[in-house]
């Protein structure tokens, strides 16, 4: 036997339950920003990427497991001839969430990918685009050669941008026309820095892992701050690196806020230095002064995650909403003298077994089970068979 799935419910359970996952993650590392207020801020960064790394294994073990496939039943009355083979119904009798929350998703999806894709495109166009600015390189020579980075770092100068790192096999750094022929030598140094530290940290890679995650959770709020701490907390870090490199926080705090006064272009898939919040950037820059998690955070977290797993109680899909349907007859309609019919029907609640055989004599024998559990052939069990056969699900090939 074959096993057919339906992907549009397994896609649907898996969001369901991933709303409530999500935040649960979300909340763990809440807990965990605030109990490593203290620390560094590459700490917090490395917490917070292996929560949204949790949230991704969380949903592809969640939808693996919704679309894990089942035995075949053990067939009753092997003596019988041959089954003729019915049409397997892929999904029936579910609600609208099981076509229209899979829906959504893969169009908002689709449309964070398309995104990022113009964000990458724009990257590629803007370096061929881009000058060398050799009176700069040497002194990225200097700073690449105090942070231990073996790769060669290019320089480029570029308009209407701001100061950011791409790539990750080839760095670049692009700086902008104005304002960084405002800045002084040592706020340069430590814009560079900056930059150099998110070479080194491999942050590029751990940015296009961002981005694939909030295009798979795009529709989830709890994902949404998560990304936005981490990408906060890795200024930070970078920040650390940037002054312990150049030893003149100063210099770096003037820096970010002459480029917060001109503000440019800044692909999505780009690192820039000017991404978190500026005041707390400069606060922690100047003073050192760690991040806070405001009770706010935690307290929203909780609230979500309480919703979150009402509604995936609440508005899962409905005892009959079957995943595949099998069914083995010797006939098609009602049954006669002789002949048999074999139903088997997974929903995301319960298994269905159903065999009815006739002998020679006229006399109907029936059998029904849920999950391997023989049950009574209620109304309602009544009903279900009778819906299949309205449904013209139960005629011949």
């Not at 709303?19 to 207020?37: G, K, R, T, V």
């Not at 949230?55 to 041959?82: D, E, K, N, Q």
Request: proline share 6%; hydrophobic share 50%; glycine share 6%.
């Amino acid at each position: 036997m074959t096993h057919e799935l339906a992907i549009a419910p397994v896609l649907a359970r898996t969001l369901l339950h991933t709303s409530w996952q999500c935040a649960a993650c979300a909340l763990l590392a809440a807990i965990a920003f605030a109990m490593l207020s203290g620390r560094s801020a590459a700490a917090r960064h490395a917490v917070g990427l292996a929560c949204l790394a949790a949230m991704v294994v969380a949903a592809i073990a969640t939808f693996v497991i919704a679309s894990r496939p089942l035995a075949p039943p053990t067939l009753i009355g092997a003596a019988l001839p041959p089954p003729v083979r019915v049409a397997p119904l892929m999904l029936h009798g579910s609600d609208w969430l099981a076509l229209v929350v899979p829906l959504l998703w893969l169009v908002g999806a689709t449309t964070m990918i398309v995104r990022q894709l113009r964000g990458w495109r724009a990257v590629l166009a803007l370096g061929r685009a881009a000058e060398a600015a050799a009176a700069e390189q040497a002194r990225v020579e200097v700073l690449r050669r105090r942070l231990g980075i073996d790769r060669a770092v290019s320089l480029r100068i570029a308009d209407s941008v701001s100061p950011f790192t791409a790539r990750m096999r080839r760095p670049v750094i692009w700086l902008p026309v104005e304002p960084w022929h405002q800045l002084s030598s040592d706020q340069r140094d430590a814009l560079l820095a900056h930059e150099l530290a998110h070479v080194r940290r491999l942050d590029w890679v751990w940015n296009g892992l961002q981005c694939l995650v909030e295009a798979l959770l795009w529709f989830h709020p709890a994902v949404r701050w998560l990304n936005a701490r981490v990408r906060e907390d890795r200024e930070h870090a970078c920040d650390d690196v940037a002054v312990t490199a150049c030893g003149d926080p100063v210099s770096l705090a003037e820096a970010l806020a002459t480029l917060e006064r001109q503000r440019g272009h800044r692909p999505a898939v780009a690192l820039a230095a000017r991404g978190g919040s500026l005041v707390r950037r400069i606060a922690h820059v100047l003073t050192g002064t760690p991040m806070r998690v405001s009770l706010r955070a935690p307290l929203g977290l909780a609230l979500l995650l309480c919703g979150s797993s009402v509604l995936a109680a609440k508005l899962e899909l409905p005892r009959d909403a079957l995943v595949d349907l099998r069914i083995d007859a010797t006939v098609a309609g009602p049954l006669r003298p002789g002949t048999y019919r074999e139903i088997t029907a997974d929903s995301f609640h319960a298994r269905r077994y159903y065999r009815g055989s006739m002998d020679a004599s006229g006399r109907l024998s029936e059998v029904y089970e849920e999950d391997g559990l023989r049950r009574p052939i209620d109304p309602a069990v009544r009903a279900w068979l009778d819906e299949l056969a309205a449904a013209r699900y139960l005629t011949a090939r």
